[in-house]
């Protein structure tokens, strides 16, 4: 039997589901890879609800949620940055429900969205660090790697990435 799977464009109200997602998937993503220490300022950084509220309000990100059987269990954030180039800021999938297809669908749908705002042609890319597995996820959907950089986050934390980029046209 198929599941019921559902996307649809995030607001204000549904930031309480985001960081209820992230809480669970993101240090889940990482543990292996940095410090307890910089996950824990990286869910305030980038998930607290101020920061989350100046993302889609201020900073032009566009966050899709993917629901099964309409239980939330996955995010993609999308935000054009300069003319030509979107960047996929985020996208996550709860560990249990990973290789079911939902990243490919949430990768498909910030697709979508660039083409349906006329950001299209463009290059999406995204960042991604350098020893997590889902590089090969990228890859598979035709990513490639275009450089690597090191990026000060602050209170003395780095990322480490890859920043990866497809043609969308």
Same mark, same amino acid.
């Given at each position: 039997?198929?599941?019921?799977?559902?996307?649809?464009?995030?607001?204000?109200?549904?930031?309480?589901?985001?960081?209820?997602?992230?809480?669970?998937?993101? $240090?889940?993503?990482?543990?292996?890879?940095?410090? #307890?220490?910089?996950? !824990?300022?990286?869910?305030? &950084?980038?998930? %607290?609800?101020?920061?989350?509220?100046?993302?889609?309000?201020?900073?032009?990100?566009?966050?899709?949620?993917?629901?099964?059987?309409?239980?939330?269990?996955?995010?993609?954030?999308?935000?054009?940055?300069?003319?030509?180039?979107?960047?996929?800021?985020?996208?996550?999938?709860? $560990?249990?429900?990973?290789?079911?297809?939902?990243? #490919?669908?949430?990768? !498909?749908?910030?697709?979508? &969205?660039?083409? %349906?705002?006329?950001?299209?042609?463009?290059?999406?890319?995204?960042?991604?660090?350098?020893?997590?597995?889902?590089?090969?996820?990228?890859?598979?959907?035709?990513?490639?790697?275009?450089?690597?950089?090191?990026?000060?986050?602050?209170?003395?934390?780095?990322?480490?990435?890859?920043?990866?980029?497809?043609?969308?046209?």
């Amino acid at each position: 039997m198929e599941k019921n799977i559902k996307i649809k464009e995030a607001g204000e109200a549904d930031i309480p589901v985001i960081q209820k997602i992230a809480a669970v998937a993101f $240090p889940d993503t990482y543990k292996d890879l940095i410090s #307890r220490e910089q996950i !824990d300022f990286m869910m305030n &950084w980038m998930y %607290s609800t101020e920061s989350l509220v100046r993302q889609m309000t201020v900073d032009g990100h566009t966050y899709l949620i993917v629901s099964e059987e309409d239980r939330p269990v996955g995010y993609v954030s999308v935000q054009p940055v300069e003319e030509g180039v979107v960047e996929l800021q985020k996208i996550y999938v709860l $560990p249990g429900c990973q290789g079911q297809g939902l990243g #490919r669908r949430l990768f !498909d749908e910030a697709v979508g &969205w660039i083409r %349906s705002n006329g950001y299209a042609p463009c290059r999406m890319e995204l960042h991604v660090n350098r020893h997590n597995k889902a590089l090969l996820f990228y890859e598979h959907l035709g990513m490639r790697k275009l450089r690597q950089g090191d990026f000060d986050i602050g209170s003395g934390f780095q990322m480490n990435d890859y920043i990866m980029g497809i043609n969308i046209d």
